[in-house]
Every structure is written in structure tokens, then in C-alpha cells.
């Protein structure tokens, strides 16, 4: 069992790490220094935060500062396709505030950078933290597994995102699976989504699993069993009046008997259920039903890492804006509140909340964001119809077509600053912010049109 404590401080620095010859500090020092250094030269030049070619010179000169930076520290890990960085945040917001005075010894890639390079980056900018909490990209799973030895791993869910670079989801479900049947009791405790077939299948070989329903009303991504491949049966599904799913039911498999596991959180609707039966009173300050079940997940993730409910949700309540996600920024002059998604199940939950009157949608296909854009056609842009809608970004004209076939008439702006100052002057009502939903790289251009850096 985990024990529901805060680990105690270290007794010496994490950098003073057990295993670690004198040559491999020297180098890891090294590649540290070069690292911050071309951090800082890309900030001045105006190249970006930097965190990019940091993490890249640090890795390079010293291969497995992945696997160095993360030993002698407590790891608490938040992985899956959607919703990792805001729990990541609400896990980090959590932890700090229980720390107080100490929260020194917390570090974080608050900024998202998820693979080995940001991860490492992020780490040898706090040699002296011994708790990281981490935002875990979806294919670095089994090597944090191996090598940082988390100790809680939250699982959120899965969905197709970037299949030129993912390829199928159960093959990262695999991986998972793989990576905690190896790691064995020394492998970490499981925070699981238990509405998830695939993320309940991996977490089967965990040596311990605490199960969370997140309130997701996704499910067109989890049809089959990932045990036998038949066709899953949802019981007890609900829709309200206009055809909307408000709960998508609980799932078995007639095939092979495996069904969803009874959760100690439960999410329905916009209301939490703790381990007690108690209601919370979440008061959150981002939006959206799906960031309750985000923050369910970052409470029982606490809570086995030994924060209260109530400290929890008093650091959780201080996170506005994500990595920039419901920001509200100033471009060319026009109030935005930019919006994230990046595949079908992140469309389903941003489209409710992009009410302004036009709604800017920005597409790109460039790496960041899988060059594949078939994962349109299985977006319900049918529910914009009758709205006045700007379609911008490198690839807004296969928007546009998708667009067509729902439906739904657009402007077509392939710029994304002539698109943010043409809707801003459509706008009825000048004092409200103009919504603006963005995949990675167009969202990441917007933040910093809007000065971010």
C-alpha cells in the first residue's frame, strides 16, 4: 500500500544520486550548464522559451539524463491522449500547497514539455527538488516506468491522436500493460480511469490500482474489448432531451466477462463523489465538464500521495490557465479565450464551450500536430450549424470541406491574424472574448501573438 504521508525531505540533495560514477556527474554538470546556456541565448534572440534546444544539448551531451535526473526523487506521473496537462497542473497545485514553505522541493514541466528532452529539461533546472511531478507524453510511459520509478502513475484515457506518429492506440496500451507487468511490486501505484476499456486493460498487471470515473462521455474510441476484441456492451447510457450523451454508461464485454471496476471517485455530470460518498464542492476556475474529471483523477492522485481534500482543492483553485488553455489573451486588439484540441474526443469537449459569436476555429497539420487530418470527418461540427464560423490556419480548407458536409457555413481566413481581427469585428458584443479553438502549433502562434513567450 501507499502510504498516505508526504515523503520527508531528503537528508541530502537528490544530485548526490546512489549508482552514479564521477564521470557520469561531470558530464551530466556539463550538459546542464550548455543546456541553460543555449536556453538562455534562444530567449534573448526571441527564439522561444528556449526549452527546446535546452533539453536538446542536455541529452545530447549526456544520453541518459533521463534516466540520472529522475533518480533519487519522488515521481508522480500523469499520462494519457487527453487532459494530462491540466491534471498535471491540478496535481502540482495539490502538492505545493500542502508543501507551504517547502514548496521548493516540487518541481514540474508546468509548460507541457513531455517527451525525455522536456522532462530532463525541466528536471536540471531543480537539482535540489526531490518530488517531480510529471506530465508524461503517452509513448514515454514504459521508459519512465523503468527508469524513474514512479511513485503514483495517473492514467487517464486513450484516443486516436497523431496516428502517423502513435500509430494504434492498443499499441501504446500494450506498452503500459508490458511496463507494469515488468516493473512488478517495485512498478507504481495506478490511478485509473476505470470508463476507459484500454486504460483499465493495462492497468491489470499494476501491482495496485485505485479506480476514478471520470464523468467521459467519449466512447466512440473504445468499441472493442482490447482482451478479446468483442464488441463491448454499454448498460445504462443517458441523453438529455437534445440528444446529447450526459453519461456513456457502464461498459462489459459478453465475450471474455471483464467489466468496469466500481471507482472509490465517481464523476457525474459536474459534480464529484469522493471515497466517502461526500459531494465536493470543486469550485474549480477553468472550465469545462471534462476538467472535473480531470480534477477527480488529481485527487485521488493526491490522496494517495498524502494531501487532504480540502488543502488539495484550495492549490487546485489556483489554476486558471494550463499551458495557456482558457486564456484570455489580447491579439491585434481583440479579447480571445484560447481553447486546445487536438484530436476527435478534445473537439467533443471544447466545441460546447466556444460560444462567441462568431467562433474562430484554427486548424494545422504540421509534425506537432500529426500530419494526418482524416481525424476530422469524426468531428461533430454538425452541432455548429446556424453559427458564424471563421475557419483559419495552414490547412483551413480541408476545415472548410469538412465544414461544408456538416453543414456549416464559414469564412475561409488562412491567415491566423487577419482570422482573429475579422471576428473581432463581427463581434455583437465587443466586451465579450472571442473564442478561438486551436490544435497545438496555431494555439501555440496565437499564445505568443498575445504575448506570450
Given at each position: 500500500m501507499v502510504s498516505h504521508q508526504l515523503p520527508e525531505p531528503p537528508t541530502s540533495k537528490p544530485r548526490a544520486r546512489a549508482g552514479l560514477s564521477a564521470l557520469d556527474r561531470a558530464r551530466l554538470s556539463l550538459a546542464t550548464f550548455a543546456g541553460r546556456a543555449a536556453s538562455l541565448a534562444s530567449?534573448?534572440?526571441?527564439?522561444?522559451?528556449?526549452?527546446?534546444?535546452?533539453?536538446?544539448?542536455?541529452?545530447?551531451l549526456a544520453p541518459r539524463a533521463f534516466e540520472h535526473l529522475l533518480a533519487g526523487r519522488t515521481v508522480v506521473a500523469v499520462t494519457?491522449?487527453?487532459?494530462?496537462?491540466t491534471t498535471t497542473h491540478f496535481v502540482a497545485a495539490a502538492v505545493c500547497e500542502a508543501l507551504g514553505k517547502d514548496a521548493s522541493r516540487l518541481v514540474t514541466n508546468a509548460d507541457g514539455a513531455n517527451l525525455h528532452r522536456g522532462i530532463a529539461s525541466a528536471l536540471s533546472e531543480a537539482p535540489k527538488a526531490d518530488i517531480a511531478v510529471l506530465e508524461v507524453d503517452e509513448r514515454v510511459v514504459a521508459d519512465l516506468v523503468k527508469l524513474g520509478k514512479p511513485k503514483i502513475l495517473a492514467m487517464l484515457n486513450f484516443s486516436r491522436d497523431q496516428l502517423d506518429r502513435n500509430h494504434e492506440i492498443k499499441a501504446l496500451a500494450r506498452a503500459w500493460r508490458n511496463a507494469l507487468e515488468e516493473a512488478g511490486e517495485d512498478g507504481p501505484l495506478v490511478i485509473a480511469n476505470a470508463e476507459e476499456p484500454l486504460v483499465a486493460w493495462a492497468a491489470e498487471t499494476?501491482?495496485?490500482?485505485?479506480?476514478?470515473?471520470?464523468?467521459?462521455?467519449?466512447?466512440?474510441?473504445a468499441v472493442l474489448c482490447p482482451g478479446c476484441d468483442t464488441v463491448l456492451e454499454r448498460e445504462n447510457p443517458e441523453v438529455d432531451d437534445a440528444g446529447?450523451?450526459?453519461?456513456?454508461?457502464?461498459?462489459?464485454?459478453?465475450?471474455?466477462?471483464?467489466?468496469?471496476?466500481?471507482?472509490?471517485?465517481?464523476?457525474?455530470?459536474?459534480?464529484?463523489?469522493?471515497?466517502?460518498?461526500?459531494?465536493?464542492?470543486?469550485q474549480l476556475n477553468v472550465p469545462g465538464r471534462f476538467n472535473v474529471g480531470n480534477a477527480a483523477v488529481a485527487l485521488a492522485t493526491v490522496r494517495e500521495f498524502g494531501v487532504d481534500t480540502e488543502t488539495a482543492l484550495a492549490g487546485m483553485r489556483k489554476v486558471q490557465a494550463p499551458a495557456g488553455r482558457f486564456g484570455i489573451n489580447e491579439i491585434r486588439g481583440v479579447k480571445c479565450r484560447l481553447m486546445?484540441?487536438?484530436?476527435?474526443?478534445?473537439?467533443?469537449?471544447?466545441?460546447?464551450?466556444?460560444?462567441?459569436?462568431?467562433?474562430?476555429?484554427?486548424?494545422?497539420s504540421v509534425l506537432a500536430d500529426g500530419r494526418d487530418v482524416s481525424w476530422l470527418w469524426d468531428v461533430d461540427f454538425e452541432s455548429l450549424r446556424g453559427r458564424q464560423v471563421i475557419a483559419t490556419g495552414r490547412n483551413t480548407f480541408d476545415l472548410a470541406v469538412r465544414l461544408d458536409y456538416a453543414g456549416v457555413e464559414c469564412q475561409t481566413i488562412k491567415d491566423l491574424g487577419t482570422a482573429i481581427e475579422t471576428a473581432g469585428s463581427m463581434r455583437a458584443d465587443q466586451s465579450a472574448p472571442l473564442d478561438v479553438i486551436a490544435t497545438y502549433t496555431p494555439f501555440q502562434v496565437l499564445r505568443r501573438m498575445g504575448g506570450a513567450k
Open positions: 530567449r534573448v534572440v526571441g527564439r522561444g522559451s528556449g526549452q527546446s534546444i535546452q533539453g536538446a544539448i542536455l541529452t545530447r494519457g491522449t487527453n487532459g494530462k496537462t499494476a501491482r495496485e490500482t485505485v479506480w476514478v470515473n471520470s464523468g467521459s462521455v467519449w466512447n466512440d474510441d446529447n450523451v450526459t453519461f456513456a454508461g457502464t461498459w462489459r464485454c459478453p465475450g471474455c466477462g471483464r467489466s468496469q471496476h466500481k471507482a472509490t471517485i465517481v464523476v457525474r455530470g459536474e459534480t464529484v463523489h469522493d471515497a466517502d460518498g461526500n459531494e465536493l464542492d470543486l486546445l484540441s487536438k484530436n476527435p474526443a478534445g473537439w467533443a469537449e471544447s466545441l460546447p464551450l466556444g460560444t462567441s459569436d462568431p467562433l474562430v476555429l484554427a486548424i494545422d
